[in-house]
Structures are given as C-alpha cells and as structure tokens.
C-alpha cells in the first residue's frame, strides 16, 4: 500500500524486511492478527516505503510492551540518517527526549518550553509538560491520616 506512487529513496519493501526481520514470514497474515507492536511497526513501514521527507509519530509507545518501545525507538536516528524529519508527539517524556534533536513542550494547547534537550533539564521539563514544580512538592508532614 504504501509502496503505491512512492517517491525514489531508500526505503523498500525488502529493506523493510531488513528493519523488521520477522515481516517476511508473516506478511502473508492479516494485520488484525499481530501484536499490537508489529502493528505499529506494519504502520511505520508502510509509510516509510512511501520515502516520505517528514514521519509523524503519534503516540509511538501507547499501549505497548517495553522491548517493542525500544526496538522501535532504536530505528529512529537510522531513519532520520536516511534524511526523513520525524515529528515524534509522545507522552513518554524520557522516550522521546532520548532520540529528539529538539523538544517542545506544549501544556493545555499552549508552547511552554522548546529547546535542544541538551540545553533543559528535567525540572524544567517537568514543570513544562506537567504544569507544576512536580520536583520540589513535598508530602505533607503532620498530616491526620
């Protein structure tokens, strides 16, 4: 589907076999019988081989096991070396600070914070993406349990 008036570039449906090495064997089942993470990675090949200039990731490790989230997240800078953008909107923080070359942080509809990651810390992320000193609450002593 997505090789269908697919622009020239490096992404292939065999070079998707290479990326995702259990494809070939399986590509004969419908989707509806994959697991939730080599659905996720069908969706990602499907546009990839499409060579697009700009990836949109939408919640990229929504409901998915923790070594899916990895494998798929150890993809990203082989993709954007290829010279594809990717627009990751992701509520794992840390994932997706780990392969960003720039972070914003949008709270209610509104920016409030955008940077490099290597020039935030993770208070001010915090305070960006959750809106509150989050690090320096502290538990209420004294109180009547």
Excluded at 14 to 19: A, G, H, S
Excluded at 27 to 42: D, F, H, I, M, N
Excluded at 55 to 69: H, N, Q, R
Excluded at 73 to 92: H, M, N, T, W
């Amino acid at each position: 589907m997505g090789a269908y008036r697919a622009n020239k570039g490096p992404f292939t449906i065999q070079r998707m076999y290479e990326l995702f090495d259990w494809m070939p064997s399986r590509r004969k089942q419908s989707v509806w019988q994959l697991s939730g993470g080599e659905q996720q990675a069908v969706a990602i090949g499907r546009a990839l081989v499409a060579n697009p200039q700009v990836l949109l990731l939408d919640e990229l490790s929504l409901g998915l096991a923790p070594i899916v989230i990895e494998r798929i997240y150890a993809l990203v800078p082989e993709i954007v070396a290829q010279g594809v953008s990717i627009l990751i909107v992701e509520q794992d923080v840390a994932q997706g600070v780990a392969v960003a070359d720039r972070v914003h942080c949008l709270l209610e509809g509104r920016t409030s914070l955008v940077g490099a990651p290597a020039d935030l810390t993770p208070d001010q992320i915090d305070h960006a993406y959750f809106g509150a000193d989050v690090t320096h609450a502290a538990p209420n002593e004294g109180a009547n349990e």
